[in-house]
């Protein structure tokens, strides 16, 4: 398969397809060229078949799916690169967006989602995490559906008002740590989460679609708003990467990459994150590129991620670094120490001398191994620069591939009705808990480990599961799943619809 023109600079620099999943690094400090970059190498994934999926944190990147031209600086950098007979083409595209206004709806389970991931969402500490997790597993050995907000808030509810009824089987539930879960969902709520939690849930597989002409769909995110609730925004892509990595099946070295994951503002990913959270991330990054996904990093500088991710990214493109402080000087110094060094280049002093446009790049060679680092000017985008009107947007979104699939919400009979139902049979009791009536309470008390009933919103594999699913495919019965997630644990802790 040809390989990708990236860059030109002393040679051409190519980015191999059968190499663009081992995941890569595009940074540099403001206005050096970051998104412009991320736009030339998602354009060239799609016209190779590639599906990709980005987030529009500046709302400019919608112009990927318009043929570019008519931009003098474009047209001055074709001249500057004698890059002959090159013409301009726009990208099939997906809009997405969390508030369903600017892209179709994108909406997860609570369930889905897990209390791990639900812990950062709500910035809860490690005891309320705990707790957090008790409500989940109660619910999942009920067969008590999380699938919006309210599911999970009467969950919260009823675990609270008789914690003392579950303790001696969970452990301690202490009622600040079900106060702290409550107003973090009322916060959650307020940021949008309750437009985000529910169904009809994305399917995976809308996001891996090729036009019919063969280029991969350009899925974007609208993050513009998102990004102001920086901790749901980063979960959110760490929930979708998660569950690619859950969904796809091991497919080992491929021609070409079955999707492109960019994640941009990445810092915010590693910010404040808990130990836990960030060795199953860089157990995700390691061991998705194995599933044909591959991870890039969008980011300010490479420092911003933790050295264990930040050596698995093979291919990067590096923009200018500013160095106004000795600190900012180290940063330059860190960041030139990851290229594999080119005698001919002091890459320290080059990184601060770059223009816009210009960067240091270093790609995996066929052997897999890091190219010596060159110094390069990005080709220029064959598709537009900049946002697209109102009406492109209205005319995208409805012309889609999934057009209609996910605009109508659906809120069938969960926890919520559930509890709501039993507690109607059930008026003034306070000393058993709310689901009784319906059967649910003898399967909660009863000590019948792993007993469920119903159907459940999605049960994740582990790690090790998703790596021998044929072992676990021959162990049909609940106890033996539940032994099962007691050793291993779950990769997020969210459980699977069915």
């Known amino acids: 398969m040809a390989p990708i023109l990236i860059a030109k600079g002393s040679k051409d620099i190519y980015l191999l397809p059968e190499m663009a999943n081992r995941h890569g690094l595009i940074a540099g400090a403001t206005g050096t060229g970051k998104t412009v970059t991320l736009q030339v190498v998602a354009e060239n994934l799609s016209a190779l078949g590639v599906p990709v999926f980005l987030a529009d944190i500046k709302g400019d990147l919608t112009g990927i799916s318009q043929p570019g031209g008519g931009n003098p600086k474009v047209d001055t950098r074709i001249k500057e690169l004698q890059l002959a007979d090159y013409h301009f083409a726009g990208c099939p595209v997906t809009l997405w967006d969390i508030f369903g206004e600017q892209g179709h709806p994108i909406r997860a389970t609570v369930s889905e989602m897990g209390p791990l991931l639900f812990s950062r969402l709500l910035q809860l500490n490690d005891t309320q995490s705990g707790v957090l997790t008790i409500v989940f597993k109660i619910a999942d050995e009920a067969g008590l559906l999380l699938l919006d907000l309210k599911d999970l808030r009467a969950t919260v509810q009823n675990v609270g008002d ?6 001696t089987k969970y452990g301690n539930i202490s009622t600040a740590s079900i106060g702290a879960i409550q107003r973090g969902l009322l916060n959650l709520e307020s940021q949008g989460g309750d437009r985000f939690f529910g169904e009809p849930a994305l399917n995976l597989d809308d996001l891996i679609q090729t036009d019919a002409n063969g280029r991969g769909v350009v899925n974007i995110l609208a993050a513009d708003k ?45 910010s404040d994150i808990p130990q836990t959270l960030l060795e199953k991330i ?42 106004y402080t000795p600190r900012d000087q180290k940063a330059v110094q860190s960041a030139a120490e990851t290229f594999r060094t080119n005698p001919q280049l002091n890459t320290v002093g080059v990184l601060m001398q770059l223009g816009v446009g210009e960067a240091l790049t270093s790609f995996l060679d066929e052997k897999g191994q890091p190219s010596v680092v060159e110094r390069a000017f990005i080709l220029p985008p064959r598709s537009r620069i900049g946002p697209i009107t109102s009406d492109q947007r209205r005319q995208l979104i409805q012309n889609s591939i999934v057009a209609g699939v996910y605009e109508q919400v659906v809120d069938r009979e969960s926890a919520y009705e559930r509890l709501l139902a039993a507690t109607a049979r059930a008026p003034g009791q306070r000393n058993a808990p709310a689901v009784r009536g319906g059967g649910i309470l003898e399967q909660i008390m009863s000590g019948a480990m792993g007993g469920v009933s119903g159907k459940r919103a999605r049960q994740n594999d582990t790690v090790v599961e998703s790596v021998s699913k044929n072992i676990t495919r021959t162990i049909v019965n609940t106890a033996g799943r539940e032994l099962l997630r007691g050793i291993m644990g779950s990769l997020f802790g969210g459980t699977k619809r069915r």
């Open 282 to 323: 860089e157990q995700v990054v390691r061991l998705v590129r194995s599933k044909g996904v591959g991870v890039y990093f969008v980011t300010q500088n490479p420092r911003d991620i933790p050295d264990n991710v930040l050596g698995q990214l093979g291919n990067r493109v590096q923009h200018a670094l500013r160095a």
């Open 162 to 167: 008789y914690h003392s009824q579950y303790t």
């Open 226 to 270: 998102l990004i102001s609730a920086p901790k749901v925004y980063a979960t959110l892509l760490l929930w979708l990467l998660s569950e690619l990595f859950e969904r796809l099946p091991e497919v080992g070295d491929l021609p070409k990459p079955k999707l492109v994951f960019f994640f941009d503002e990445a810092h915010l990913l590693f």
